[in-house]
């Protein structure tokens, strides 16, 4: 396995505002910035959910499924999504920004030997463009992906899938070399329960005329989020939010509108933070039927909700209780990206939780920082841990070693007692979109800063 800490240095991004309501994206190379958090204090007010990261990196990768112009709104402003906007304008898409979350791809003169190779290589969800681009193209070379390191994370069963297509895929030199020439429907049973190779063969497979039948699919709301995009373009998908997906392409695809879902990850990410804080926060752009395990989970900690029509908010509890057990799942279980989140609350819970991680082998070194602030966790295995409350957290130096462990840094850093400093904050800014600003609205003491001292 590669060094669990290794994550690519970071070009930053931002939307800058133009002229006459026009959005573009500017590269920054930024210093190393860390947020500096004074806990202890209660939060209230709103926060709202912004549009779903793990949607919005494949819906715009299916924007290169035809030359047709598609219209993408409430895509979140995150790192990772700039990446893949910036990957697909390089192959040729004509890009424009409409709105500030709001934009029109046209993707008619692309070319795959005009990919930014680097820029592909230091994201995980490049390999996104593998579907897409075998239905397009009959040969082309793209290069591994990238991204953080949670654990191993193979490719075998996108491979597979797209060689059940009839796609010949070659490595070399760091490179999948393609040659997608006899391209056709078939059945195929995915190797393994996988979010990003269930999106890459729907994506081929719309493209295809005949039937494709998808056996053991992702049915993540996000994966849900694509078969509609799909749909819309033209493809007949059967199934959608089911193990097997029944899906009938067409050569040509039309170009489509869509708007992407709320991000159920970001929403939880924030509902555990309520109740960690004992805050009585709302959750504003939320799809609670995405979120009904981790309210019920929330409920045994000893929490309480009222729940409207978009949004959930926290009635705290007066004493955190420890559940049994955290069973990070595929959906609709409790998702991995919402187990870290979990971890930290559990420092607040009487008594002992047992935290099990079945997806991933990296997922845990969140608790090595949590130990540091002086919670009483303890790694059990690559997949299991324990962590036992409630714990005094106190303020200290730590680092931000995966966008979810980042994320649940800032709630224990919000919960602790005295100043927290955490490094590497570009981690967060890869999913969350500026997360110190909306926190900051509900009452946070939490700053951005950069320096080359942290
Ligand atoms: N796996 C294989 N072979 C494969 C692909 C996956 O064995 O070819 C296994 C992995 O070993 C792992 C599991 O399947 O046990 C998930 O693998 P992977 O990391 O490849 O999942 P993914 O589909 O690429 C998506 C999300 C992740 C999220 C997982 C689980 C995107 C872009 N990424 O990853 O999001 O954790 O599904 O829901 O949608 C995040 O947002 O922080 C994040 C990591």
């Known amino acids: 396995m590669r060094d669990a800490h290794f994550c690519p240095p970071r070009l930053a991004e931002t939307l800058v505002e133009g002229e006459a309501g026009s959005y573009s994206l500017r590269s920054q190379t930024k210093m190393a910035q860390y947020f500096e958090i004074n806990g202890g204090k209660k939060l209230k007010g709103t926060i709202e959910v912004r549009g779903s990261k ?73 390999i996104l463009l593998l579907g897409s681009l075998s239905a397009r193209f009959d040969n082309f070379k793209i290069p591994y992906p990238g991204g953080c390191v949670i654990g191993s994370r193979p490719v075998d069963t996108h491979l597979s899938a797209l060689e059940k297509l009839g796609v010949k895929i070659k490595q070399l030199n760091g490179f999948f070399k393609v040659d997608s020439k006899n391209c056709k429907a078939n059945e195929i ?18 493209n295809l005329p005949g039937k494709t039948v998808i056996k053991i699919a992702a049915t993540e709301p996000h994966v849900q989020d694509l078969a509609k995009f799909l749909s819309k373009m033209g493809a ?20 489509a509108t869509h708007e992407i879902i709320a991000d159920a990850n970001e929403a939880a ?116 841990a324990s962590v036992k409350g409630p714990a005094k957290l106190k303020g200290k130096i730590i680092t931000s070693y995966d966008l979810r462990a980042g994320a649940s840094l800032i709630i224990a850093a919000l919960i602790a007692e005295g100043r927290t400093i955490i490094k590497d904050i570009y981690q967060v800014d890869r999913g969350y979109e500026q997360i110190e600003e909306r926190l900051q609205k509900l009452g946070a003491d939490i700053k951005r800063a950069e320096s080359t001292k942290h």
């Open 189 to 206: 049973v995915l190797k393994e329960f996988s979010v990003t190779a269930t999106e890459n063969a729907m994506m081929l497979a719309a």
């Open 54 to 126: 793990n949607a919005a990196t494949p819906i715009l990768a299916a924007t290169l499924l035809t030359d047709k112009k598609c219209t993408i709104s409430n895509i979140p402003l995150i790192e990772d999504v700039f990446r893949m906007i910036e990957i697909i304008k390089g192959l040729g898409a004509e890009i424009k920004w409409l709105g500030k979350r709001k934009i029109s791809i046209i993707a008619k003169n692309i070319d795959p030997k005009r990919m930014d190779y680097e820029a592909v290589k230091k994201m995980r969800s490049s």
């Open 269 to 384: 990410t924030f509902l555990i933070l309520g109740v960690a804080t004992k805050s009585p926060i709302r959750v504003k752009n939320v799809n609670i039927d995405h979120l009904d395990l981790v309210v019920e989970k929330l409920r045994e900690f000893g929490a309480n909700f009222k729940i409207g029509k978009d949004y959930i908010q926290i009635i705290p509890p007066k004493n955190i209780k420890a559940v049994t057990k955290i069973d990070a799942r595929l959906y609709p279980g409790i998702p991995t990206d919402t187990q870290a989140p979990f971890g930290v609350l559990a420092t607040q819970a009487k008594g002992e939780t047992l935290i099990f991680d079945s997806l991933y082998e990296g997922r845990f070194n969140y608790l090595k920082e949590l130990k540091k602030m002086g919670a009483k966790a303890r790694i059990l295995s690559k997949h299991q």
């Open 236 to 255: 007949e998908i059967k199934g959608i939010g089911t193990n097997t997906l029944e899906i009938r392409g067409r050569k040509e695809l039309k170009g």
